[in-house]
Each structure stands twice: as structure tokens, then as C-alpha cells.
């Protein structure tokens, strides 16, 4: 039979003493009989009562509302689908509406149809979040789902360029999704799970590219591709860029339907409007209520702290959108251009395994470390890992120069030179997962809970305009560095030099950003 020990512990504690203002000490002596020798008891001395208390337990995390989460993530996944669904055929698109035969000027044209979309997104954010704080997210939500679905339609019936450009800012007009999205995730979840819940904004932007390949890449020239299927379809044939984009438009009504049945609204303002107004006398009239509605939310209204965040957030998807379009061009550079040379199987193959390593990162890694971590410490941690990145980054070259000098076997070198630059992208996408996620908690966490639409609209607003402007600054750095014949530093790692310069700005800034705004570790 196992007998339990006692433990005494001497110590002094100071007491107010009521009756004459002064403080005290006293020596209290504390007998803890559950311990056993080799065992630690998580005991402290309440502050406020006379008895020994023991520590609580960690809170158990709150199981995730994954009927309302599914509906979010049909409205997420739609966003990066329709937002990218042309960029795979978007070359071959302009070349059909016969506007000129100069490469150059295909790509200016390009440039339109893209920017046309953040730009129209730009200008209507702030507006839905207004909407969504006044008369709630399931509305707003609903409106974009069916606008996006409207207006991906209306693109793959494009005949001419000005169509193509009025569809697309239709469709950026109708897209301010995201953030109402991010306001509705904040307001049904609590500290123990809303890490785990804003992961879905990266599971789903990663599925809504793969389906962009899938959809643009196999789908469009239906009557050429399949002839067994679609080669008799004159329709297919006067449109064959509609069959991707109907693909695409069918999943937002699917979304549509499913959110008009079932997704519940989760603003707080217009849910105890809807329980004051069930309570109120039957003889007040419809006016008074009227009368009785919230102030308009307004951008004057969003505090210095979701200022900051907000900054920080836009700073890095300005880089963050930069480096992804930069990507492409610097690994399948010829070596002349001081480029890595891969082949497009090569580069495929590196997106599908950051594609594996970003859901881990997102579902797995991430959720346990905001448990043990500060969301905001992860976050200047992240910028840490980004400016070291692409800081080396451009040092690949020399890499592989090095890796074909120093091993006699290609295949070796090949292998070797590969795990080099995985292994370099896997911290950058392992810093995508933290960087994203952090600074969208932080941007709901930051708001008040009447303008929380307004302040993620704003923010999807600034977003938006980075998206616009980022793919042709860095196009045009890119394209600078590689003319003239420029030497270090002006030469191919300028533009990675100009990232880490942002990246560093973005940590000394996030300094500004309170702890209030965060998350805390090991709740």
C-alpha cells in the first residue's frame, strides 16, 4: 500500500491589514497531502481567497459549427477560382478576339483584364463590410455568391475585349466576400478554435487554384479536347471558353442554394435587434423601430491598432503577390539569364509539394502553435523567415552552379540541387501559412464588433489594390534587372533585395501593432 507523503512549504505573504491601512507579513505554512514523491501538483495561493487552490485546467477547445464553416468555405473557394479562373487561357483568349498580332500589346491587354478586377474589388470592399455591419453578413454573402456566379458567366461569353473588361469588373464589383467571410468566421467562433477555423482561408485558396487548373486547363476548347463529347455542340464551338466558366458559376449557385437554406446569421448587432424586436410591444409602430437603428458604420470609425494591421496585411500581400509572380520567371529562366532552367514538369512538381506542405502547415501545425504562441510573435517570426528568404533566394543560381562543378553525376546534382531549393520554398510557404492566418485574426480581433465588416471590407479594399499593382511593378523590376547587362545588385537579385527591404519595414512596423489585438499562447 502506497503511502502519501506531506509536503510543508514555508513562505511570507503579504496581507493589507483593514483596520490600519498598513501591509503585513506573515509566515504561512501550506501541507499539500496529495503529494507523491517523483510528482508536481499545479498548486498556487489564491490572491484573493484564504484556501489553496488548485490551477485550471487549460479550456477545452469548442467543437468548430462545421455546418456554417462548410458554407464559408464554398464562399471562400469561390473567390480564388473566380478571381484566377483566366489566367490559363487568358493568352489564347486575346489572340481569338484578333486585336494584334504584337505579343506586347496581348500582354497589355492582359494586364487590363486582370488589374480590371482588384481594382473594381478595391473600390466596393469597404462598401459590402458597410452593408454587412448594417443589415448582416448572410445577405452580402448571398448577393456575392450569386454575382460571382452571374459574372463568370458573362466572361465565358466574351467576343470582344471591352466585354471581357466589364465582366470582369462586374465580377471584382460583386466579390467582397473575403471579408465579410472573415467577419462571420470571428463572430461564430471563440480563442480556443478560431485559429483552426481561419485556416480554412488557406485550405481554400490552395483547393480554388488546384481547381483552376483543373477547370481552365482541361475545359476550355471543349469541341477540340473531346470531340467524342462536345465536337458537335455549335455552342461550345462559338464559346469555347463558356464550358470552364459554367463549371465555375455552377459551384457558387451550389453555394447559393445551400447558404439560403442553411447558413445562419452571426452578426451580434442584427441578432439582438431580432430578439429586441420579438420582445417589444405589439403597439409599437414599425417607424419607431426604424428610428431606433444603429448609426451607420463608417471608416472614421476604425481604430489606430486595425490601422496598423490592416498596413501590415497589404504590405505583405504587395510582396507576397510579387514573389509568386517573379516565381515562374526566375525558374524557368534560361541559365544565359542567369535563371534556374527547369523544365515546367520540374516547377508543377515544387507547387504540388507546397500545395501537400501548406495544408499540413495550415490544419495540423498551425492551430498547435497558436496554443503554445502569441499569434502576433508568429507573425514577426514569419516576417524573420521571409526576409531571410529572400535575402538568399537569388543565390540559387550560384547553387546550382556549384552543385553541377562539385558532383560529376547529373542525376546527383540534379536530386541535390532540388532539395536545395524545396527546402528554401518550404520555409516561405511555411511562413505564407503563419503570416496570412495571423494577420487575418488580428484584423477581427482588432474591430469592434459593430463595424467588424467595415474595418475586414477596408481591408480587403487595401488587399485588393496590392493585387492590382503588384504583378506589373514586379514584372517591370524583373524585366529592368535582366536588360542592359546590370551587375550586383542591380542584376537579377534586385527585386529579391527590394522584397526583403519590405519584409523588414513589415517587421519593425508590426512593433506598433498592440498585444491587445492578439491571440495569447497557451490559453
Given at each position: 500500500?502506497?503511502?502519501?507523503?506531506?509536503?510543508?512549504?514555508?513562505?511570507?505573504?503579504?496581507?493589507?491589514?483593514?483596520?490600519?491601512?498598513?501591509?503585513?507579513?506573515?509566515?504561512?505554512?501550506?501541507?499539500?497531502?496529495?503529494?507523491?514523491?517523483?510528482?508536481?501538483?499545479?498548486?498556487?495561493?489564491?490572491?484573493?481567497?484564504?484556501?489553496?487552490?488548485?490551477?485550471?485546467?487549460?479550456?477545452?477547445?469548442?467543437?468548430?459549427?462545421?455546418?456554417?464553416?462548410?458554407?464559408?468555405?464554398?464562399?471562400?473557394?469561390?473567390?480564388?477560382?473566380?478571381?484566377?479562373?483566366?489566367?490559363?487561357?487568358?493568352?489564347?483568349?486575346?489572340?481569338?478576339?484578333?486585336?494584334?498580332?504584337?505579343?506586347?500589346?496581348?500582354?497589355?491587354?492582359?494586364g487590363w483584364i486582370t488589374s480590371i478586377f482588384f481594382v473594381a474589388q478595391f473600390c466596393t470592399a469597404i462598401t459590402w463590410g458597410k452593408v454587412s455591419d448594417r443589415y448582416g453578413r448572410r445577405p452580402v454573402l448571398l448577393i456575392g455568391m450569386l454575382g460571382n456566379a452571374i459574372s463568370v458567366c458573362m466572361f465565358g461569353l466574351s467576343k470582344n475585349i471591352w466585354w471581357a473588361i466589364g465582366s470582369r469588373a462586374f465580377c471584382g464589383a460583386m466579390n467582397g466576400n473575403a471579408g465579410v467571410a472573415r467577419s462571420m468566421i470571428s463572430e461564430i467562433t471563440d480563442h480556443t478554435n478560431r485559429a483552426a477555423a481561419f485556416s480554412l482561408f488557406g485550405l481554400c485558396w490552395g483547393i480554388g487554384m488546384i481547381g483552376r487548373f483543373i477547370f481552365c486547363g482541361f475545359?476550355?476548347?471543349?469541341?477540340?479536347?473531346?470531340?467524342?463529347?462536345?465536337?458537335?455542340?455549335?455552342?461550345?464551338?462559338?464559346?469555347?471558353?463558356?464550358?470552364?466558366?459554367?463549371?465555375?458559376?455552377?459551384?457558387?449557385?451550389?453555394?447559393?442554394?445551400?447558404?439560403?437554406?442553411?447558413?445562419?446569421?452571426?452578426?451580434?448587432?442584427?441578432?439582438?435587434?431580432?430578439?429586441?424586436?420579438?420582445?417589444?410591444?405589439?403597439?409599437?409602430?414599425?417607424?419607431?423601430?426604424?428610428?431606433?437603428?444603429?448609426?451607420?458604420?463608417?471608416?472614421?470609425?476604425?481604430?489606430?491598432?486595425?490601422?496598423?494591421?490592416?498596413?501590415?496585411?497589404?504590405?505583405?500581400?504587395?510582396?507576397?503577390?510579387?514573389?509568386?509572380?517573379?516565381?515562374?520567371?526566375?525558374?524557368?529562366?534560361?541559365?544565359?539569364?542567369?535563371?534556374?532552367?527547369?523544365?515546367?514538369?520540374?516547377?508543377?512538381?515544387?507547387?504540388?509539394?507546397?500545395?501537400?506542405?501548406?495544408?499540413?502547415?495550415?490544419?495540423?501545425?498551425?492551430?498547435?502553435?497558436?496554443?503554445?504562441?502569441?499569434?502576433?510573435?508568429?507573425?514577426?517570426?514569419?516576417?524573420?523567415?521571409?526576409?531571410?528568404?529572400?535575402?538568399?533566394?537569388?543565390?540559387?543560381?550560384?547553387?546550382?552552379?556549384?552543385?553541377?562543378?562539385?558532383?560529376?553525376?547529373?542525376?546527383?546534382?540534379?536530386?541535390?540541387?532540388?532539395?536545395?531549393?524545396?527546402?528554401?520554398?518550404?520555409?516561405?510557404?511555411?511562413?505564407?501559412?503563419?503570416?496570412?492566418?495571423?494577420?487575418?485574426?488580428?484584423?477581427?480581433?482588432?474591430?469592434?464588433?459593430?463595424?467588424?465588416?467595415?474595418?475586414?471590407?477596408?481591408?480587403?479594399?487595401?488587399?485588393?489594390?496590392?493585387?492590382?499593382?503588384?504583378?506589373?511593378?514586379?514584372?517591370?523590376?524583373?524585366?529592368?534587372?535582366?536588360?542592359?547587362?546590370?551587375?550586383?545588385?542591380?542584376?537579377?537579385?534586385?527585386?529579391?533585395?527590394?522584397?526583403?527591404?519590405?519584409?523588414?519595414?513589415?517587421?519593425?512596423?508590426?512593433?506598433?501593432?498592440?498585444?491587445?489585438?492578439?491571440?495569447?499562447?497557451?490559453?
Amino acid at each position: 500500500m502506497n503511502k502519501k507523503n506531506t509536503l510543508t512549504k514555508s513562505y511570507t505573504t503579504s496581507i493589507i491589514d483593514d483596520n490600519s491601512s498598513s501591509i503585513r507579513s506573515y509566515p504561512i505554512s501550506i501541507e499539500d497531502e496529495s503529494y507523491i514523491p517523483g510528482t508536481r501538483t499545479k498548486s498556487y495561493q489564491s490572491l484573493y481567497y484564504d484556501s489553496l487552490e488548485e490551477a485550471p485546467e487549460p479550456p477545452k477547445i469548442t467543437p468548430l459549427p462545421k455546418l456554417q464553416l462548410f458554407i464559408i468555405s464554398i464562399v471562400l473557394f469561390s473567390e480564388p477560382l473566380t478571381s484566377t479562373i483566366l489566367f490559363p487561357f487568358i493568352y489564347f483568349m486575346l489572340k481569338d478576339f484578333h486585336l494584334s498580332d504584337d505579343e506586347k500589346e496581348i500582354g497589355t491587354y492582359a494586364g487590363w483584364i486582370t488589374s480590371i478586377f482588384f481594382v473594381a474589388q478595391f473600390c466596393t470592399a469597404i462598401t459590402w463590410g458597410k452593408v454587412s455591419d448594417r443589415y448582416g453578413r448572410r445577405p452580402v454573402l448571398l448577393i456575392g455568391m450569386l454575382g460571382n456566379a452571374i459574372s463568370v458567366c458573362m466572361f465565358g461569353l466574351s467576343k470582344n475585349i471591352w466585354w471581357a473588361i466589364g465582366s470582369r469588373a462586374f465580377c471584382g464589383a460583386m466579390n467582397g466576400n473575403a471579408g465579410v467571410a472573415r467577419s462571420m468566421i470571428s463572430e461564430i467562433t471563440d480563442h480556443t478554435n478560431r485559429a483552426a477555423a481561419f485556416s480554412l482561408f488557406g485550405l481554400c485558396w490552395g483547393i480554388g487554384m488546384i481547381g483552376r487548373f483543373i477547370f481552365c486547363g482541361f475545359l476550355n476548347h471543349p469541341a477540340e479536347h473531346f470531340p467524342s463529347l462536345f465536337g458537335s455542340n455549335a455552342f461550345l464551338k462559338e464559346y469555347p471558353y463558356s464550358l470552364p466558366c459554367f463549371v465555375s458559376a455552377t459551384g457558387s449557385l451550389i453555394g447559393f442554394m445551400i447558404a439560403y437554406l442553411c447558413l445562419k446569421e452571426s452578426n451580434p448587432i442584427i441578432l439582438k435587434k431580432q430578439r429586441d424586436s420579438e420582445q417589444v410591444s405589439l403597439l409599437k409602430s414599425n417607424d419607431t423601430l426604424a428610428a431606433e437603428a444603429s448609426p451607420k458604420p463608417s471608416i472614421r470609425q476604425i481604430s489606430k491598432a486595425s490601422l496598423h494591421v490592416i498596413f501590415a496585411y497589404a504590405l505583405f500581400a504587395f510582396y507576397s503577390l510579387m514573389f509568386d509572380e517573379v516565381l515562374p520567371l526566375y525558374f524557368t529562366a534560361p541559365s544565359s539569364a542567369e535563371g534556374l532552367n527547369l523544365s515546367s514538369a520540374q516547377f508543377a512538381k515544387m507547387l504540388t509539394i507546397m500545395g501537400i506542405l501548406q495544408l499540413v502547415v495550415q490544419f495540423k501545425i498551425y492551430p498547435g502553435l497558436t496554443r503554445r504562441f502569441d499569434i502576433l510573435k508568429l507573425c514577426r517570426f514569419s516576417f524573420f523567415i521571409f526576409a531571410a528568404v529572400f535575402f538568399v533566394f537569388p543565390e540559387l543560381t550560384v547553387c546550382k552552379r556549384w552543385w553541377m562543378q562539385h558532383m560529376s553525376n547529373p542525376w546527383a546534382s540534379s536530386t541535390a540541387f532540388e532539395v536545395t531549393y524545396n527546402f528554401i520554398l518550404a520555409w516561405r510557404f511555411f511562413g505564407n501559412c503563419l503570416t496570412f492566418t495571423s494577420l487575418g485574426i488580428m484584423v477581427s480581433t482588432s474591430a469592434a464588433p459593430e463595424i467588424m465588416g467595415t474595418v475586414n471590407g477596408f481591408c480587403q479594399s487595401c488587399v485588393a489594390l496590392t493585387r492590382a499593382i503588384a504583378p506589373t511593378f514586379g514584372g517591370t523590376i524583373w524585366s529592368y534587372s535582366l536588360k542592359d547587362g546590370h551587375t550586383y545588385p542591380f542584376d537579377y537579385h534586385f527585386i529579391y533585395y527590394i522584397m526583403t527591404i519590405m519584409t523588414l519595414i513589415n517587421l519593425c512596423h508590426s512593433y506598433l501593432i498592440p498585444d491587445s489585438v492578439s491571440l495569447s499562447g497557451r490559453k
